[in-house]
């Protein structure tokens, strides 16, 4: 499987020509399903985590993560505060690069600014996040999971959510009601796992199948994360609708709502060595 990995300067012209598909911008998912469209990537490349005991994160995300800081280094990307990278006037019309002088140019820059590469800790990859997944799959149990899911609905807006869990139930975990700007509502079935992988297309066609003829729309959250195929599965015309909430959508989602994630500030002081002339 290792070989059949690409390397992630080798992504570095697909991550360039899937921004040009994309019309010039994209979020992270939007690039990341774009260059697996791309490349034609296979499953079983794309099953695999960097690292499954800290993180949900794809081998493959992992290394576009790096391919997308050198090309932002480079001069090529730029990203805004919303996550949404985009290319910059001077990437247009560049069509591809050479990776390997890419390469050079950045690390002779981080060289003379004395800066050193972590090939460990991308600048995207923030902690918080791996000690949240580390939380999530190996100290909650799955009935302590439920119950977070159903505070997290709860929070989001949910009424009436209920944590059924019972065997033979296709998988189906509880359900609730989304009020949407307290004109309309939905009935949804929802199903959470903790996984370290990724959901297969025929995890989702059984929750499909539980749900038909039970409710509005499905749910289903996962602390891992959901092949190509589980989510044109869930996107499938035709078929119930299926939302699909992967262990990065769920952490942000925590932050947001204050749900075990806080926001610690640290005070900076600096001397105003003016004011003290003055003086």
């Not at 004395?114 to 923030?126: A, F, L, N, S, V």
């Not at 309309?184 to 066609?205: N, T, W």
Request: hydrophobic letters at 35%; proline letters at 4%.
């Amino acid at each position: 499987m290792a070989n059949k990995l690409p390397t992630f300067d080798r992504l570095i012209n697909p991550l360039l020509r899937a921004l040009e598909a994309l019309g010039g911008s994209g979020a992270v998912d939007e690039i990341y399903e774009k260059v697996i469209e791309l490349e034609k990537l296979p499953e079983d490349v794309l099953a695999q985590l960097h690292d499954q005991d800290k993180s949900n994160q794809t081998e493959v995300g992992y290394r576009l993560a790096w391919a997308r800081t050198y090309l932002k280094k480079y001069g090529l990307l730029e990203n805004s505060t919303r996550g949404v990278w985009s290319l910059t006037a001077k990437a247009k019309g560049v069509g591809q690069v050479d990776p390997q002088e890419v390469l050079r140019k950045v690390r002779a820059q981080d060289a003379k600014g004395g800066e050193e590469e972590d090939t460990k800790k991308p600048p995207e990859q923030e902690e918080w996040k791996r000690d949240l997944h580390a939380i999530l799959t190996q100290k909650l149990d799955p009935a302590a999971f439920e119950r977070l899911v159903q505070r997290v609905l709860r929070e989001s807006g949910f009424i009436q959510v209920e944590v059924t869990g019972r065997s033979g139930d296709g998988g189906i975990d509880g359900r609730g009601i989304a009020r949407i700007h307290g004109l309309m509502s939905f009935h949804v079935l929802f199903q959470c796992k903790r996984y370290k992988g990724a959901v297969s297309p025929s995890e989702i066609r059984d929750f499909r199948g539980a749900m038909v003829g039970r409710a509005d729309k499905g749910l289903f959250i996962t602390t891992g994360t959901f092949s190509p195929g589980a989510v044109k599965e869930a996107l499938r015309d035709g078929a119930p609708p299926i939302d699909l909430i992967d262990g990065s959508d769920l952490a942000e989602k925590l932050k947001e709502l204050s749900l075990g994630v806080r926001r610690e500030t640290i005070e900076v002081f600096r001397v105003d060595g003016g004011w003290f002339e003055s003086v």
